[in-house]
């Protein structure tokens, strides 16, 4: 390969990288002005700017001023809209009263529906909640009125449902499903979700059974920009999910979509979650699945979607959504191990292979994998100790993450040109055998341990056939072993961004272990390469260049602004009080109040007050006693039933409160509920962790009914908080400075009162 050969690889290979990245999704034009009967990036932002306003979780004033902008924004479609309201404490024991806003269109059959859903709450407290979900909303808003405009009548009714307490427990969706009278007719969910603000939007399938007849369709209905691979969807049937999707299938065998966006993950349940953020690109994105995704099911039957069959499926660019049935694994991946054996005894017989060369052609693979494996794991844990601010980003993705994966993808790229040039005296032909032996081993294990993994095989028929021309070329066309290359960059360049996004960048080490296996699989073309010592150097000094922009961006600003904590905690049995906070890194706004010595009180222990990431306060201070009225706790039933104790406690907030955790002690409790709603079995196990939190509309208030054994010693905590410790009379604290947010996933700016007591 001449010079100038291996300079245009070089480039086309960027080339194609970058391009696995950007054509994914699709790019923003303004269309305000676009045919009524298409969907409009613009007018769905109108609806977005108008929901991400303010914070409008459960109990909050803007809650029902969300609610009910939607209402009318769905009657001037001409829709009949409803408001199914009632308690409901989901599988998370988080109570609350919960309000979804419905809606039909009416079908030409009463056979299955399709079900159009996002959530319109926000997280608490201080979340904008434009992303997450205020973008679904106006998603299915603007379709809605789309399709309306072509005034056909479709084949299935369509319901549009609007669920509420999404971020508190899947409340309304389990509201639905459970107790509305539509849930029996629906036969296929789309939901649209958020955990950033831009970036792609990854598809998700939720179902009991097999998802081929779901993919089948999927591909049927076009979307133009689909981005989903049954990797994620392997991934995400083994972990704890969390859409309201999720209680359709668990509850109701109700089989669906989700359609979620994970970039700028720094900005998900803060108030950075606002119009201006919104990635437009992704708006559109949403807005190019459910387009044709709406044409093509309300008229499909959707009371054939289900099977026992799964389908192996992945997208790339022009040929969209690609699959093919479980069936095919072990053959395709015989067929590959049979090709690799005879193109290994045809190298020998030709005398084109060296055995003792192969064997040597090991080392420098797993020297790279060795080296970039353990520098990706402990790269953000080196991190946070140079720069222990990052610790206050509890999701772990920081406002310079983006620069972290640059930085240590050329850092891998770095290793791997390095030590490939120590051994650069190996034939290519020779060094091309470890990467489609270790691929293969990939492609095996996940054939036997994540099946929605194993199209890894796909590359490696493309790497075979590179193998092949190799070894029988002395000149082998550089720009044909470039194209054999494509299937590898498009279909798995974009996970070296994706799983620190979507993960945090604990999981740097998936970016580094994966530039690796990437750089490895194109040996064809790198190992004609003859100053790979060079191209190390230049990643190593751009990596250095990285490190520098990273440690620019590393101190907070107004848009990126540091998360911070300060709560007020009065104990109404000691009649003390202290300043919290959860940062682990003062600011001076936070200094003010709690000093920087790491107070423990035994009122304040770890499993007093629950957090999305298991949180505990860091720093606690003495506080002034301020009259803050305490909560009113009455036990209204006490008696023995059939040689059992029914206890009824009501608690009565005596000030505007928004939530209150109630735990309790090592008691085994027979039967629970709270406000009439039974609660989940582990809020009756004999466990010191939290019973039940309710969050608190209208400043209701909470009676829970107990029935345990008699002579049970039985101890309640009630942690009664308040939002509102910036505003409160009681208080004068200062506004943030700008550089500041409020603390997603925590309790926050809260004034909050324990009182224990005994029954």
Known sequence: MNRISRILTLILLLLATYLSFVTIMPTYKQDGNASTTFFSTDRALKHVAEIGKKPHAIGFKAHAEVKNYIVEELQKLGLKTTVQEGYTAGDWGNLSYASNILAKIKGKTSDKALLLLSHYDSNPHSSLGASDAGSGVATILESVRAYLQENKTPK?????????????????????VNKHPWAKDVGLVLNFEAR????????????????????????????????????????????????????????????????????????YHTEKDNYERLDKKTLSHQGSYLMPLLQHFADADLSTLKTNEDAIYFTVPVFKTVSYPFSWIWPMFAIAVLLFIILLILGFKNKKLDAKEIIIGFAPL?????????????????????????????????????????????????????????????????????????????????????????????????????????SNQKKPNPFLLFFLTLPLLAIFAPFVKMFPVGLGLKMLVASTVLTTLLFVAITPIFGFYKHKNRLALLCLLLSLGGFAMAHLKSNFTKDNAKPSSLLYVLDANSNTAKWATYDSYLTEWTAQYVNNTKTKPQQLASNTISSKYNSNFTYVTNAPIKNILVPKIEKTVDTLINNQRHLKICITPQRKVNRLDIYKNNVALAKATANGVPLPNYSLLDTTNKFITHYISNNNYTEISLILEPNAPLELTFYEASNDLLTNQHFSIPARPVNEIPMPFVLNDAILITKTVKF
């Open 366 to 470: 797993l020297i790279s994998l060795l080296i970039t494996g353990v520098v990706g794991y402990f790269s953000y844990t080196v991190l946070k100790i140079i720069y222990p601010q990052y610790n206050d980003i509890l999701h772990g993705f920081t406002y310079n993450g983006y620069t972290y994966i640059t930085t240590f993808t050329l850092v891998a790229l770095a290793v791997c040109f390095y030590v490939y040039h120590k051994f650069k005296k190996l034939k290519t032909p020779n060094l091309v055998v470890a990467p489609i032996f270790i691929w293969l081993v990939i492609s095996g294990m996940a054939a036997v341990f994540l099946k929605g993994a194993s199209y890894t095989i796909i590359p490696v028929f493309a790497l075979l056939a590179s193998f092949m021309i190799v």
């Open 196 to 267: 950033g603000s831009g970036g792609p939007s990854y598809m998700l399938i939720e179902t009991n059974q097999g998802n081929s007849r779901l993919i089948e369709e999927f591909t049927a209905a076009n979307p133009e920009y689909p981005v989903a691979n049954s990797f994620a969807y392997s991934i995400y049937k083994m972990l704890p999910n969390d859409t309201d999707l999720t209680v359709f299938r668990e509850d109701a065998d109700i089989q669906g979509f989700n359609f979620a966006f994970i970039d700028d993950h720094f900005d």
């Open 156 to 176: 299935n009714d369509i319901i549009i449902l609007f669920s509420d307490g999404e971020e508190l427990g899947l409340n309304g969706a389990e509201l639905f």
